[in-house]
């Protein structure tokens, strides 16, 4: 199975909005609403930031949103925070009990 | 709240087998409605999922990985445990354990394990 695409970096600075692709094909990101993505701060343990496209899990800022189109599914930070700096993951069901990451994205906040 | 924890030896030989077992807390496997997996991170890459298993002993694998890896649950224990053999050196990662929903979200993670797999 493939990796899910993701680009290696994305930066904005703070207060502005970043968005984040990960792209599949119809058999995983665009075949499910299973999509998920997590954050993982530098030595830290990754933490689920959105779950099934777009539900936020409790504790989770509303500047975290998700969507999906087709094949992509997608993250956006809005009003970047400095805290917001970090490694970010999607995650898809592929069926067949089957899960694959994307490569992962480097947040960089200006 | 349910918190995992993973343990094992922290270096393998190469072609040996690498094992770990994620003590769970805080919530029983037995209960069902959830998956136990366990992911993996080479140094400096991403996060690779391994498989899963049930807490009937219905197990799951990454078809990249499978015929090496084994994953078993003691319900007794209330831990799950990986098996992962012939190990060479890219076996070497931190290795975490997570409980996992039905739509294939992992929820609450271990703090990881590294394991170096070295001679």
């Known amino acids: 199975q493939s990796a899910l695409t993701q680009p290696p970096s994305a930066s904005g600075s703070p207060g502005q909005s970043v968005t984040i692709s990960c792209t599949g094909t119809?058999?995983?990101?665009?075949?499910?609403?299973?999509v998920s993505w997590y954050q993982q701060h530098p030595g830290k343990v990754p933490k689920l930031m959105i779950y099934?496209?777009?539900k936020r899990p409790s504790g989770v800022p509303d500047r975290f949103s998700g969507s999906k189109s087709d094949n992509t599914a997608s993250l956006t930070v809005s009003g970047l925070q400095a805290e917001d700096e970090a490694d970010y993951y999607c995650?898809?069901?592929?069926?067949?009990?089957?899960?694959?990451f994307g490569g992962g994205t480097k947040l960089t906040v200006l | 709240q349910v918190q995992l924890q993973e343990s094992g030896p922290g270096l393998v030989k190469p072609s040996q087998t690498l094992s770990l077992t994620c003590t769970v807390s805080?919530?029983?496997?037995?209960?069902?409605?959830?998956?136990w997996s366990w992911i993996r991170q080479q140094p400096g890459k991403g996060l690779e999922w391994i498989g899963y298993?049930?807490?009937?002993?219905?197990?799951y694998y990454n078809p990249s990985l499978k015929g090496r890896v084994a994953i078993s649950v003691d319900t007794s224990k209330n831990q799950f445990s990986l098996n992962v053999n012939s190990v060479t050196a890219s076996d070497t990662a931190v290795y975490y354990c997570?409980?996992?929903?039905?739509?294939?979200?992992?929820?609450?993670w271990g703090q990881g394990t590294l394991v170096t797999v070295s001679s």
């Open positions: 997570a409980k996992t929903d039905w739509t294939a979200f992992f929820d609450c």
């Open positions: 298993i049930y807490f009937s002993g219905s197990s």
């Open positions: 099934e496209v777009s």
């Open positions: 119809s058999n995983d990101v665009g075949g499910y609403d299973y």
């Open positions: 995650s898809s069901y592929v069926g067949a009990n089957n899960v694959v």
């Open positions: 805080g919530g029983s496997i037995s209960s069902g409605g959830y998956y």
